[in-house]
C-alpha cells in the first residue's frame, strides 16, 4: 500500500473545504425550498379543502332548500286535504244534525198524534161507560118494574081464582123490594117464602090490584 503524503492530504482538504461549504449552503437552501414547498403545497391543499368544502355545503344548503321546498308542498297539500276532510266533516255533521232534528220533531208530532188518539179514546172510554152505566141502570129500572107487574099480575090472577072467604096463596118473593109492595097486604117472611092467609073482599082487592099497576105503569 502506497503512503499518502502530508501534503498531499492538506491541499485535498483545502480544495474540498470550498466544496463542501458550497454543498452545505446547497443543502441547506434546499432544505428551505422544500419546506417552502410542502407550506405551498399544504395552502394549496388546504384552499383546495375549503373549497371543497364550501362546494359541499352549497350543495348540501340546495339539497335542504329542495327538501324545504318539497315539505313546503306536501304540507300545503296536505293543509288543503286537511281542510277538505273537515269541510267534508262539517257538512257530514251538519247532515246528521239535520236529519236528528228531523227525526226528532218526527217522533214528537208522532208522539203528539198518539196522545191525541189516547186522549180521544179515553174520553171515548169514559162516554161508553157513562152510556153503559146509563143503559144498566135502565135495565135494572125497568127489569124491577117488570118484577114488579109480574108481581101486580100474579096477585091480580090469585085474587081472582078465590071465589069468596078465604084464599091460600104461596109466592116466592126474589126481589128485595118486593116486601115494600106486599107489605100493605099483610103478608107473613120466612126463608124467602111466604104462606099468605088473606080474608079477601073483592071490591077492596079490585081496587088495590088497580092502584098497583098504575104505579108500576108510571114507574116504566
Not at 30 to 36: L, M, R, S, Y
Not at 107 to 122: D, N, Y
Request: glycine share 2%; net charge negative; with cysteine.
Amino acid at each position: 500500500m502506497a503512503s499518502t503524503h502530508p501534503h498531499t492530504i492538506n491541499t485535498f482538504a483545502e480544495n474540498l473545504g470550498p466544496s463542501s461549504a458550497k454543498l452545505a449552503a446547497g443543502t441547506s437552501q434546499d432544505e428551505h425550498v422544500k419546506t417552502e414547498i410542502e407550506k405551498m403545497a399544504k395552502q394549496i391543499h388546504e384552499s383546495d379543502l375549503v373549497n371543497q368544502l364550501k362546494e359541499e355545503l352549497r350543495e348540501v344548503k340546495l339539497k335542504a332548500k329542495e327538501e324545504a321546498e318539497d315539505l313546503t308542498q306536501e304540507m300545503a297539500e296536505l293543509r288543503y286535504q286537511f281542510t277538505g276532510m273537515l269541510e267534508e266533516e262539517s257538512r257530514r255533521r251538519a247532515l246528521v244534525e239535520e236529519a236528528s232534528i228531523r227525526r226528532v220533531q218526527d217522533l214528537e208530532a208522532q208522539v203528539q198524534k198518539e196522545q191525541q188518539k189516547s186522549i180521544t179514546a179515553l174520553r171515548h172510554f169514559q162516554e161508553v161507560n157513562k152510556l153503559a152505566e146509563k143503559q144498566s141502570m135502565e135495565i135494572r129500572r125497568l127489569k124491577t118494574a117488570l118484577e114488579r107487574l109480574h108481581q101486580v099480575s100474579g096477585l091480580e090472577s090469585s085474587f081472582e081464582s078465590c071465589s069468596s072467604g078465604f084464599c091460600n096463596i104461596k109466592q116466592n118473593i126474589l126481589d128485595t123490594e118486593a116486601p115494600k109492595e106486599t107489605e100493605a097486604l099483610g103478608f107473613v117472611y120466612a126463608n124467602n117464602e111466604v104462606d099468605h092467609t088473606l080474608e079477601w073482599h073483592p071490591d077492596e082487592a079490585t081496587y088495590d090490584v088497580e092502584k098497583d099497576k098504575n104505579v108500576t105503569e108510571e114507574d116504566l
